[in-house]
Nanobody, 123 residues
Framework: QVQLVESGGGLVQAGGSLRLSCAASGLYFSDYTMAWFRRAPGKEREFLAAITWSADAPSYTDSVKGRFTISRDNAKNTVYLQMNSLNPEDTAAYSC????????????????WGQGTQVTVSS
């Protein structure tokens, strides 16, 4: 059974940083592209970043480029999202996802999802 478990969310002040982790089990992690999405209240799910098994060219949505960094440790079956310069607009539930093909920004193309971790940024 595939499981993705996020951690690292919480409450942070504007300008602060958080690092999210997503631990995967039940799949051959190195075969999967991993991604982070978020959903803010009243908004649609938003793609943030994706990284293939080789981690050679991660992709980002424009709103987080230069502030967020996605990385992975294949030995630990874990993907990370380092988030810097957070602002209140980053408040959302953050989820990781896995797909067995190349990077995609489309949520429907991902096979597995975690339950999410809440990030709240205060002004």
């Amino acid at each position: 059974q595939v499981q993705l478990v996020e951690s690292g969310g919480g409450l942070v002040q504007a300008g602060g940083s958080l690092r999210l982790s997503c631990a995967a089990s039940g799949l051959y992690f190195s075969d999967y592209t991993m991604a982070w999405f978020r959903r803010a209240p009243g908004k649609e799910r938003e793609f943030l970043a994706a990284i293939t098994w080789s981690a050679d060219a991660p992709s980002y949505t424009d709103s987080v480029k230069g502030r967020f960094t996605i990385s992975r440790d294949n030995a630990k079956n874990t993907v990370y999202l380092q988030m810097n310069s957070l602002n209140p607009e980053d408040t959302a539930a953050y989820s990781c996802a896995a797909r067995s093909y190349t990077e995609s920004s489309h949520a429907y193309q991902y096979d597995y999802w975690g339950q999410g971790t809440q990030v709240t940024v205060s002004s």
